[in-house]
């Protein structure tokens, strides 16, 4: 029988599921566990088993960046590991080649900055720790490096934080352009990068709604194309949203709201910004 000591990190499995737990007490043969929830657990010599309790790796008791570097790779451990860099304030962890992001519902100094995307955009993917530029540095420099289009897929429910991360790999791939294109620091955005960040607020004019993590949910899939030229820097785009929910527009009331959005558009939209609108799709064509 595994024996313990108090202060040991241990997991337990409690009504069918395993939970972080903390080693109370081992007097007289019995243990008493107090969960990461507070929650206090009792067991009697007879009830420790190595089914019941075991002692925990110290992959998941320090936390891992590359969550199939875990050597306990269960549900519990995966989320105990997410919540450990969460409450460091590391919103981001790796599983392989797969990119986790927590969206940490405030703003976290010096994680987007540009020396944020100056640091990134000079190291390979796994280099430095996890982070969105990351991706976006390596879709870019694949781009070459495999002579072939790169592709982005960004999911999550509602609220997690899907069109702020598409903001973030766009406003890298713009620095990016700019670079290549020798675009001076003094200068802002050319025509081409600031039609592609400014078009994320008018897609999501379109077809939203509330939830309870979200006030302003898309109802669209969106899919965005870049068209980079042979030195690096973004001619072009192309934006198509998809509604997902498509009795949205069956009703007189949310057709007006996107007929008057479309209306707005004409009179306010940047220079080279096309808007093509149908009842069910929307699609901006950057045509710079």
């Known amino acids: 029988m595994e024996t313990f000591v108090e202060g040991a990190r241990v997991w337990v499995r409690h009504r069918d599921q395993l939970l972080p737990s903390t080693v109370s007490s081992c007097a007289d043969a019995s243990l008493v566990l107090t969960t990461d929830y507070g929650e206090v657990i009792c067991l009697q ?23 199939s570097t875990l050597v306990e790779l269960h549900e519990a451990a995966i ?26 519902y405030k703003q976290i100094p010096g994680l987007y900055d540009p020396a944020a995307v100056e640091l990134y955009s000079q190291h390979h993917l796994g280099e430095l720790p996890p982070h969105i530029f990351a991706v976006a540095n390596e879709c870019y420099r694949c781009l070459w490096k495999r002579h072939d289009s790169q592709c982005v897929l ?11 991360s598409t903001k973030l790999l ?20 050319t025509r081409v990068e600031q039609a592609i960040v400014q078009s994320s607020p008018i897609m999501e004019a379109f077809g939203n709604a509330k939830t309870v993590y979200n006030n302003n949910s898309s109802r669209f899939g969106k899919f965005i194309q870049l068209h980079f030229s042979q030195s690096g820097n973004i001619q072009g785009g192309c934006i198509v949203d998809c509604i997902l929910l498509l009795l949205l527009h069956h009703t007189q009331a949310c057709l007006l709201t996107n007929m008057c959005t479309y209306m707005w558009l004409h009179k306010h939209m940047l220079p ?17």
Not at 83 to 97: A, E, K, P
């Open 272 to 288: 080279g910004l096309l808007v093509f609108f149908q009842p069910t799709c929307l699609q901006v064509v950057l045509n710079i």
């Open 45 to 67: 010599p007879g009830e420790i088993s190595r089914e019941k309790v075991y002692a925990m790796h110290q992959t998941s008791i320090s936390g891992v960046e590359d969550m």
């Open 154 to 164: 960004i999911s999550g429910e509602s609220g997690a934080g899907k069109t702020e």
């Open 79 to 104: 989320m105990h590991n997410l919540y450990l860099r969460y409450c460091q304030d590391c919103i981001y962890t790796n599983i392989g080649s797969i990119l986790a992001a927590m969206n940490p």
């Open 170 to 189: 766009l406003k890298f791939l713009s620095v990016m352009s700019q670079k290549s294109a020798g675009t001076p620091p003094s200068e802002k955005t």
